[in-house]
């Protein structure tokens, strides 16, 4: 049973890469990414996808915005999230991506985790 699992972890991992490299290559370089301003949602196409997170006083959460990029500047680490000290005190925390479509979504990181968590409280033997 055990070599199942990872039979399928081992396809599951193969076919998210082979995905991504795909639609890299379709796109010439270009990512699909989510766009979030406000209450406008909506997707765009660039170089990178980011998404900031900035404190604010008026909101429990802050404010977050999500979009796409052509550029990154020096204070910019693609594939990393990188703090910003705002003018006014604070910092913003910024995320730039390219590894795949839709990669400032937290929803394949969420589904995968919830995935693992599955396999450990069910004690089955993955590995």
């Known amino acids: 049973m055990a ?16 995905n ?17 301003i406000g209450n406008s ?11 900031m997170h900035t404190p604010d006083d008026t909101t429990v959460d802050g404010i977050v915005k ?12 693609v594939g990393k999230c990188t703090r910003r000290p705002l003018e006014e005190g604070g910092a913003e925390l ?9 990669c400032n979504s937290a929803l394949l990181q969420s589904l995968t985790i919830s995935f693992f968590v599955v396999f450990v409280v069910l004690g089955l033997d993955v590995f």
């Open 3 to 18: 070599s199942i699992w990872r039979c399928f972890l081992l396809l599951t991992t193969v076919s998210f890469l082979a």
């Open 20 to 36: 991504a490299q795909s639609s890299r290559q379709r796109n010439n370089g270009m990512v699909r990414c989510n766009k979030e």
């Open 41 to 51: 949602f909506s997707s765009c196409q660039g170089k990178y996808c980011y998404k």
């Open 66 to 77: 999500k979009g796409c990029m052509n550029a990154a500047d020096a204070q910019t680490e």
């Open 94 to 102: 910024m995320c730039v991506c390219n590894e795949r479509d839709f």
